[in-house]
């Protein structure tokens, strides 16, 4: 006999528990189920351990930088510190007591194991089954996509994971893909000392963003060390001992230590019970209505929607399922327009929107505007570590931006007026009216708007 509960949610990542906490506190009977850690893949071994390591990073490239600058400086990388800082404040050693207890508090049940779907509105979670009156709430996230190169399968190649959980760098690594995984990495680990391979399929890394921004983000690595085969196609992966290598099918091959395959992610759901809700259990993503809505009384939230595998993407449609569950009157609907993004290499590349491709794409009357940091006041200024640039993408037709980059120092910080035009449509006559403080990176956008 199934147990009445208000509303299950599968998965408690960042979006399930947001979800679970929140309806929990608003009173209804919540099931959260979570099979690995409370909390999900950004606090474990996502943003949250990898923007420390990068911090980290980051200050041994700034005292690299005083010379010249500000006198001498010498700086002797140590990962310990490091390790120990991911273990201790950011994960608990990969413990998630913090996070149930947390949720617990909020008035939700927690159950650590694996949920499957068995009906329109019914869960099983070990030998229990929960009929959920309100609803289901899918949260499941993704996991890595490892691609099906001879050889990969059975080595013992790092994932995310891996990378996050390591407590001795190696001396070299390959890095297979060069999205924001492993550009973010790979210069990490570069600039603790290891000789980093980074190998990308396609024509240059960063491939969904603006092509300057890949261009920029890799000349960036290249200054700090890390080697990059671009167009590479890898068609066999060996393991010998201590070395990977990897032959691609320009006949030439790379190795190295370690092998971090960041090729992207997949939804994992094959054995979720999909169709148990009229889903299909090999799609891709689950695709959602405007109020997250993946069929009657199921909702889908997160990186499992396919929208953007963004932590603040989860959130946001935590927000939106919230407030459709509860049934609120102004319950807002999603719109992905102005989804901003940040990669966090040195320099940031920070984008909301559409790339100027993509609105052509659309069949939009584009006109794109561009400017380089280092020509700004502030940026001159600034000199070591200056490089960057703002891009901003504007429908011609309604003179709104649709888009905008801004890669640089600080580039996800001086996103946020950026994201403001593009999410609220300001008018960009009413942008060029704005006074932009002297001087600043963001006074930058002024003269990018001025190129339109
Ligand atoms: C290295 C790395 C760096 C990142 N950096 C950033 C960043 O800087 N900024 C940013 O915005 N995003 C970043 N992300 C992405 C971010 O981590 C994800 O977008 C976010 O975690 C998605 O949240 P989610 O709730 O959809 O899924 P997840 O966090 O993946 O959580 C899903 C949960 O569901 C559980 N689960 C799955 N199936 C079941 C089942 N059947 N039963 C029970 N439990 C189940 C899983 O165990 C998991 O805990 C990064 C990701 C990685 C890997
Ligand atoms: N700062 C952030 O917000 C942040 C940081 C890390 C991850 N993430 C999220 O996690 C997701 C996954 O990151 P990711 O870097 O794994 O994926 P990604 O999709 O961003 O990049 C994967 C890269 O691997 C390449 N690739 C795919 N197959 C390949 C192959 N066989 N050989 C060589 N190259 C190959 C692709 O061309 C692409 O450039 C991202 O989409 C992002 O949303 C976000």
């Known amino acids: 006999m199934a147990e009445q509960v208000d509303v299950v949610v599968v998965g408690l990542g960042v979006g399930g528990e947001e979800t679970a906490g929140r309806l929990a506190q608003a009173g209804l009977r919540v099931v959260g189920i979570e099979s ?8 474990y071994y996502g943003c949250i ?13 700034e005292t690299r930088r005083v010379d010249g600058m500000a006198g001498t400086a010498t700086v002797q990388p140590d990962w310990t510190p490091v390790a120990k800082r991911i273990r201790e404040e950011a994960t608990d050693t990969w413990n998630d007591q913090v996070a149930v207890d947390r949720l617990v508090n909020k008035g939700a049940t927690v159950i650590k194991d694996h949920g499957t779907i068995t009906g329109p509105n019914t869960v099983r979670v070990g030998d229990r089954e929960y009929e959920a009156t309100r609803g289901i709430v899918i949260a499941t996230g993704t996991i890595p996509s490892i ?13 995310n994971r891996e990378a996050i959980e390591v407590e001795t760098l190696p001396s070299s690594l390959l890095v297979l893909g060069g999205g924001a995984i492993g550009m973010e990495l790979a210069q990490v680990f570069a600039r603790f000392g290891v000789q980093v391979t980074v190998i990308e399929g396609a024509a240059e890394v960063l491939s969904m963003e603006e092509p300057e921004s890949g261009v920029l983000a890799r000349e960036a690595l290249e200054r700090d060390g890390v ?11 060996g393991h010998a001992g201590d070395t990977f290598t990897v032959m691609l099918a320009d006949g030439s091959s790379a190795s190295g230590e370690k092998l971090l395959v960041a090729t992207g992610r997949r939804v994992a759901t094959a054995d979720l019970g999909l ?10 993503r689950i695709e959602v209505d405007e109020h997250v809505r993946a069929g009657d009384k199921v909702w889908a939230i997160g990186d499992v929607t396919g929208v953007g595998a963004f932590t603040h993407n989860a959130m946001y449609q935590a927000d939106i399922a919230v407030r459709d569950i509860l049934q609120e009157a102004d319950a807002p609907t999603a719109s992905y327009r102005a989804m901003p993004r940040v990669t966090f290499t040195d320099p940031e590349i920070g984008a909301v929107g559409m790339t100027e491709q993509q609105a052509r794409e659309k069949g939009l009357n584009v006109r794109a505007g561009s400017t380089p940091i280092p020509a700004s006041t502030r940026g001159w200024i600034h000199k070591a570590g200056n490089e960057g640039f703002i891009k901003v993408v504007m429908d011609a ?10 890669a640089g120092p600080m580039g996800g910080e ?6 403001v035009a593009v999410h609220a449509a300001v008018p960009v006559d009413s942008l060029r009216q704005m006074i932009w403080a002297y001087p600043t990176f963001h006074r930058a956008i002024g003269e990018a708007l001025k190129e339109l």
């Open 275 to 284: 169709d148990k809700v009229g889903l299909d259990p090999t799609a891709r």
């Open 227 to 237: 080697t990059f085969k671009l167009g590479a196609h890898a068609t066999q992966v």
């Open 147 to 159: 691609p099906p190169i001879d050889g990969l399968a059975g080595t013992p190649y790092w994932t």
């Open 397 to 406: 037709d309604r003179g709104v931006l649709v888009g905008a980059t801004s």
């Open 36 to 43: 690995r850690l409370v909390g999900g893949e950004c606090p």
């Open 49 to 61: 351990p990898s923007k420390m390591m990068i911090r980290a990073a980051n200050l041994i490239a």
């Open 414 to 419: 001086v996103l946020s007026a950026l994201a």
